[in-house]
């Protein structure tokens, strides 16, 4: 069964830009949640998508959005990308059957100039 | 939200234990989990456990849970260089809206030598 792939992999940005990543759970797969990790900060949560609604939300402002497709693949969005925003963006997804089982794609790193 | 701490270095001798330590914050978590990450690379789910369990094996992991101290280790018998990496403690901490995430340490950066 092929893993959670996250794309692009590499993404360079301006101050000011938005940017759009997408992920692919694994197959059957319909919880999809979003990971931001920084060296500062480590790893915080973003938000959880399930059956196309957002049910958790992080600590997050407004700029950072996603949405959740019927195939279950996810999209996250960042609008007026700041020099804080550079990060590696994870991916996680799980079963229904074992939610608590969250298995992480490679990321996104994305830098903003 | 609260940190969950580890210490974050570690280096040892191929084919000894390594043995890696970390404290949570919630009492009430269920599942607590140890992730790997390699250069370049996102997270690989090592293990987990479960809130009633004292201690989990699985080949050369073994997971031990002290719940009165809220404490969680990893030891990783017979350690080879390719295990060097980050590893990572996290709990699954609820969120507003009847909702769970995944709480992570700072990570514990292994250094396995010749």
């Known amino acids: 069964k092929a893993g959670v792939t996250q794309t692009p992999r590499y993404l360079i940005k301006t101050r000011g830009q938005q940017v759009t990543l997408s992920c692919s759970p694994i197959s059957g797969h319909r919880s999809v949640s979003w990971y931001q990790q920084t060296p500062g900060q480590g790893l915080q949560f973003l938000f959880e998508y399930f059956s196309e609604t957002q049910r958790n939300k992080g600590n997050f402002p407004g700029r950072f959005s996603g949405r959740q497709f019927s195939n279950s693949r996810s999209e996250m969005n960042v609008s007026t990308l700041e020099l804080g925003d550079s990060a590696l963006y994870l991916c996680?997804?799980?079963?229904?059957?074992?939610?608590?089982?969250?298995?992480f794609g490679p990321g996104t790193r994305l830098t903003v100039l | 939200g609260e940190d969950v701490e580890q210490s974050l270095f570690l280096s040892v001798r191929e084919g000894d234990s390594s043995v890696i330590n970390c404290t949570y914050t919630?009492?009430?978590?269920?599942?607590l989990y140890w992730y790997k990450q390699e250069p370049g690379a996102g997270l690989q789910l090592l293990t987990y456990i479960f809130s009633n369990m004292d201690m989990k094996q699985d080949q050369r992991l073994t997971v031990l849970l002290n719940k009165k101290d809220k404490h969680l280790s990893l030891r990783i018998a017979d350690t080879q260089t390719g295990d060097s990496a980050i590893y990572f403690c996290?709990?699954?901490?609820?969120?507003?809206?009847?909702?769970?995430?995944?709480?992570f340490g700072k990570g514990t950066s292994l250094l396995v030598t010749p």
């Open positions: 996680a997804s799980s079963a229904i059957k074992t939610i608590y089982e969250q298995f």
């Open positions: 996290a709990e699954r901490v609820s969120v507003p809206n009847s909702g769970y995430a995944l709480n």
């Open positions: 919630d009492s009430s978590s269920t599942y």
